[in-house]
Structure formats: structure tokens, C-alpha cells
């Protein structure tokens, strides 16, 4: 693995030049995704500023142009008009002031009128690399020209510790008012919101307290992300905490968790109906970002990283790394959330296979499990052997993924194989299969299950439980992958 230096990983990109060659080599990997946005070189992580803006939706995502390691962070943009097919839009926001010297770390955005709006986190670092984050904002006009304000709309609060970040930006009808969700640390290390509040965009924010969260009051070190949406009446907080392990989850110290509740915005309390809930049961899923002006009150839109932090991935040999999720319609039904892909997705469908064909690269399968246990191979030999392995225990009421079976290994610190308990019996399954990603979607979205995988060539066959119904579509490519930088 290639070590960086500040130096090399901090390194400002003065022109689309520095990266082509990059890219050049980066778009030859069997490993590029076909429907999922990626990194156009380097790495990707966060989605950031992901919004509904005059007919087109807008999704950044936290970048790293010179190859697969956390340094100087950009927004890269891209486009869609059906959030299946994403165009490459360029940059969008870059490091380029006092306030964001070291990067310009993630965000959200809100359409309003002619102009879109960017809330983000400047990550500024003095010589000996003290952080003062700030919150900063950018407008794309109808001109389409991006312009940054000149000074932060607020900086960090002393009450807490160096980590303030992530603003997500919301309108609340009820109070008629603008909020921002700041993911934070107190001073003892305990993750937590600041939340601010303002009449207009651009200006008037003011601090309006730390979330109360009754009975998560000492969960994980950082709550990094967070984001709150109503969704048919009832209140959703999403966010992802980190420093901190969680039972069934290995050894990792990432998560991105939900809880339903009521969020009184006078208290500035989020009362949970009930226990935090893994928004994916997933080896790689983080950092979820809702989209603004969905327009609907029954519904919201959701992506993630594909990845966690502090973790490593195979393409990083190849100099780049990371992927988005497919977007997600988010609904509550019997005060349950449910998770589906979002049906456009559908319009990928190329071709139906025979379910004993080999695995294209980019596929999505519909199962209807045998009565009783059920085995889904995903990428084994040609021999049957390896892969990776989707198992339903009836009698335990468990799922449980494993992909120790597969060549090429990654992660095994944080664990290879996990093992959720879906509130009902599996009785439907969706896989969405890219070059370098799984996506299951369980029981009409009750559960989901995201990981990266990298076959080898060998790693593309499939076997399923005798009784089982399979059902095998080839999907097209909807990513553009155009050098525009
Ligand atoms: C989450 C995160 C954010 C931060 C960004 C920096 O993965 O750590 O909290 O703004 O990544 O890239």
C-alpha cells in the first residue's frame, strides 16, 4: 500500500492536467461501477449537497483527487434528471480560502427558487494543524456559476469539542424557519447535534442548543452526519456514530443508525419511540444523506458512502476507491421504516437470464426463498467453491453474510462475516449487483445489507437453495464516467 505524506495527500489541484493520467488508467479497472456514481479519479466517501433543484437532481461527493486516501477534500459534482443515469458536472466546491484551506468537508444542500444552495463544513487548519471547522455556504445560480460567501455563516461553539461538522440544512414549515444539524462531540468525547436556526438562508443563523435525545446521551464518541425527516407525520434522526462499537457489528466503530420518534422543535428534543436501528446491516455503508425538496411528505430519498472510515479497499492498489449507494425511497408503513430502491432503477433492466447464467457485472436478482433455510451463493468458482454467502437460518429468525469465502480479502480487522435478525421471516430478496458492490434489499425493504465485493475472474457463478425462485436481469451502465474536471 502506497504511503502518503501530508504534503503529497494535501496537495492542491491546480489543473484537470495533474489527474488525467489518473483517470486515463483509473476508467480501465474491471472494477468500475456501471449505475452507481464513483469517484472520477482518486477516492470518493461522503455524499454531500444531494437536492432536487428545477427538475434535476444534484449529489456531490466528498473527493480526494490524487488517489484512494482521506487528504484534501473537494465536492464533486454530478447531475440527474431520474437519479439512475448521473452525468460527471465537475467540481463543485474546492478548497480555495482561509476558512476551507484543508478541505471542504461534507454537506447538504436546498433548492429555493433560481438558486441552489451549499451548506459545508470549511475545514481549516492552522501551521500546526489545529482545526477550526466552519460553516460555510456557496449558491449556484441560475447562471450556473458557483459562488461562495465571502465568510462563514458561523463558526464552532468553545462549548465543544473540535468536531462540528456535516451541516444539514432543513425547512420546517411548521415554525417557518430554516434549521441546520451539526454533527458534534462535547468536551467528554460524547457524539451529539448542535442544531442552529435562522429566518433566511444566507444570513441570521443562531445557535439554538444541543439535541436532546433522551436515552442517548452516551452513544459513541461522534455523531458525525446527522439529519432529521418527516416522513408521513412521523420524525426520523439518522446519523452516523462512530468511536464506538455496537452489539452484532464486529469489531467496527462505524455505524450509521435510525431512530423513529417525535422531534419537538421548541425543546429541541427528539423523543425515540423505541430502540436505534442499523439503517443497513451492511459491512460497508456510511454517512447517509437525505435529499432536500423531495416534494413529497410521505417520502424520503437516501444514499450513503459505500464504506466506511479507516477502512481500506482492494482498488486502492489501483490508485482510486469508493462508490455511492443506489439512491433509496425511504417510507414509514406500521411505524416500521422501509427501504427500496428507487423504482427508476427498473429502466436499467437489459435482459433476462437463465438463473444458472454466469453473474454479468452489473445485475440485479429477485429471490423468493424456499420454505424453511435458504443459501444464496453470490461469486463462487467455477467449481462451486468460495464466494459470498447470504444465509436465512429459520429456526434462529437470522441472516447471516459472510464473505470469508472470496479471493480477495479486506477489512478482516473489523470482521468478515455479520449476522441481523430481520423483523419478520425472509420471505423476499433483491440484489443489486455492480462491479464492486452487493445491495440486498429484504422483505420490501424492512432490512437492507450493503458490502463491497471484488470478484476475480473466476468469482462470477451463482447457486441458490433447491426450491428457491430466482429471477436474473443484466442492467445497463447509466454512469457516464466523462473526464470533466
Ligand atoms: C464522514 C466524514 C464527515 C466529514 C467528512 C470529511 O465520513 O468524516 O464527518 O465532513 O467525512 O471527508
Given at each position: 500500500m502506497k504511503e502518503w505524506t501530508r504534503e503529497e495527500r494535501y496537495r492542491v489541484l491546480q489543473s484537470p492536467d495533474e489527474i488525467r493520467e489518473l483517470y486515463d488508467r483509473t476508467r480501465l479497472s474491471v472494477y468500475r461501477q456501471h449505475y452507481h456514481v464513483q469517484p472520477i479519479t482518486g477516492l470518493s466517501s461522503d455524499p454531500n449537497g444531494f437536492a432536487l433543484h428545477k427538475?434535476?437532481?444534484?449529489?456531490?461527493?466528498?473527493?480526494?483527487?490524487?488517489?484512494?486516501?482521506?487528504?484534501?477534500?473537494?465536492?464533486?459534482?454530478?447531475?440527474?434528471?431520474?437519479?439512475?443515469?448521473?452525468?460527471?458536472?465537475?467540481?463543485?466546491?474546492?478548497?480555495?480560502?482561509?476558512?476551507?484551506?484543508?478541505?471542504?468537508?461534507?454537506?447538504?444542500?436546498?433548492?429555493?427558487?433560481?438558486?441552489?444552495?451549499?451548506?459545508?463544513?470549511?475545514?481549516?487548519?492552522?501551521?500546526?494543524?489545529?482545526?477550526?471547522?466552519?460553516?460555510c455556504a456557496a449558491v449556484l445560480g441560475a447562471d450556473n456559476t458557483l459562488r461562495k460567501l465571502p465568510e462563514p455563516l458561523f463558526g464552532p461553539r468553545d462549548s465543544h469539542s473540535e468536531h462540528q461538522r456535516d451541516p444539514k440544512v432543513v425547512w420546517n414549515p411548521v415554525?417557518?424557519?430554516?434549521?441546520?444539524?451539526?454533527?458534534?462531540?462535547?468536551?467528554?468525547?460524547?457524539?451529539?447535534?448542535?442544531?442552529?436556526?435562522?429566518a433566511e438562508l444566507l444570513s441570521g443563523w443562531r445557535f439554538a442548543g444541543q439535541l436532546k435525545v433522551p436515552g442517548y446521551e452516551s452513544f459513541g464518541g461522534m455523531w458525525e452526519c446527522p439529519y432529521i425527516v418527516n416522513i408521513s407525520g412521523r420524525d426520523v434522526l439518522i446519523f452516523s456514530p462512530q468511536y464506538t462499537k455496537l452489539p452484532g457489528r464486529g469489531e467496527s466503530?462505524?455505524?450509521?443508525?435510525?431512530?423513529?420518534?417525535?422531534?419537538?422543535?421548541?425543546?429541541?428534543?427528539?423523543?425515540?419511540?423505541?430502540?436505534?436501528?442499523?439503517?443497513?446491516?451492511?459491512?460497508?455503508?456510511?454517512?447517509?444523506?437525505?435529499?432536500?425538496?423531495?416534494?413529497?411528505?410521505?417520502?424520503?430519498?437516501?444514499?450513503?458512502?459505500?464504506?466506511?472510515?479507516?477502512?481500506?479497499?482492494?482498488?486502492?492498489?489501483?490508485?482510486?476507491?469508493?462508490?455511492?449507494?443506489?439512491?433509496?425511497?425511504?417510507?414509514?408503513?406500521?411505524?416500521?421504516?422501509?427501504?427500496?430502491?428507487?423504482?427508476?432503477?427498473?429502466?436499467?433492466?437489459?435482459?433476462?437470464?437463465?438463473?444458472?447464467?454466469?453473474l454479468p457485472a452489473a445485475c440485479e436478482l429477485e429471490v423468493r426463498p424456499a420454505e424453511g433455510d435458504f443459501e444464496l451463493k453470490l461469486f463462487t468458482r467455477g467449481d462451486g467453491s468460495g464466494g459470498l454467502l447470504f444465509r436465512w437460518d429459520a429456526a434462529r429468525g437470522t441472516v447471516t453474510v459472510d464473505r470469508t469465502g472470496l479471493d480477495k480479502r479486506f477489512n478482516q480487522q473489523v470482521g468478515e462475516v455479520l449476522s441481523f435478525s430481520?423483523?419478520?421471516?425472509?420471505?423476499?430478496?433483491?440484489?443489486?449487483?455492480?462491479?464492486?458492490?452487493?445491495?440486498?434489499?429484504?422483505?420490501?425493504?424492512?432490512?437492507t445489507f450493503t458490502t463491497h465485493v471484488y470478484p476475480t475472474e473466476d468469482e462470477h457463478h451463482l447457486s441458490v437453495t433447491p426450491g428457491a425462485s430466482l429471477r436474473l436481469w443484466r442492467l445497463g451502465t447509466s454512469v457516464t464516467d466523462a473526464f470533466v474536471c
Open positions: 427538475g434535476v437532481w444534484h449529489l456531490c461527493y466528498q473527493w480526494c483527487p490524487w488517489g484512494a486516501v482521506h487528504g484534501l477534500k473537494y465536492w464533486y459534482h454530478t447531475v440527474s434528471r431520474d437519479l439512475v443515469h448521473w452525468e460527471n458536472a465537475g467540481i463543485g466546491l474546492k478548497p480555495d480560502c482561509f476558512y476551507d484551506n484543508r478541505g471542504t468537508h461534507s454537506g447538504s444542500a436546498i433548492s429555493r427558487g433560481d438558486d441552489l444552495y451549499f451548506f459545508y463544513t470549511g475545514n481549516h487548519r492552522d501551521e500546526d494543524w489545529t482545526r477550526t471547522p466552519y460553516t415554525k417557518q424557519r430554516y434549521y441546520i444539524f451539526i454533527g458534534a462531540q462535547t468536551k467528554d468525547l460524547r457524539g451529539c447535534v448542535l442544531v442552529y436556526e435562522s466503530t462505524n455505524h450509521n443508525v435510525y431512530l423513529i420518534g417525535r422531534m419537538d422543535y421548541d425543546t429541541l428534543t427528539f423523543t425515540p419511540d423505541g430502540d436505534y436501528r442499523h439503517l443497513d446491516y451492511g459491512f460497508d455503508f456510511y454517512a447517509a444523506q437525505g435529499a432536500a425538496n423531495v416534494g413529497d411528505p410521505d417520502k424520503a430519498i437516501l444514499i450513503a458512502w459505500i464504506g466506511l472510515p479507516d477502512n481500506h479497499y482492494p482498488t486502492e492498489e489501483e490508485d482510486w476507491e469508493g462508490s455511492l449507494s443506489l439512491p433509496r425511497e425511504l417510507r414509514i408503513r406500521d411505524g416500521k421504516l422501509l427501504q427500496t430502491p428507487i423504482p427508476a432503477v427498473e429502466s436499467l433492466r437489459e435482459e433476462e437470464l437463465p438463473p444458472d447464467s454466469l430481520p423483523d419478520t421471516p425472509l420471505r423476499d430478496l433483491r440484489v443489486f449487483i455492480d462491479s464492486n458492490s452487493a445491495e440486498f434489499f429484504l422483505n420490501g425493504g424492512e432490512a
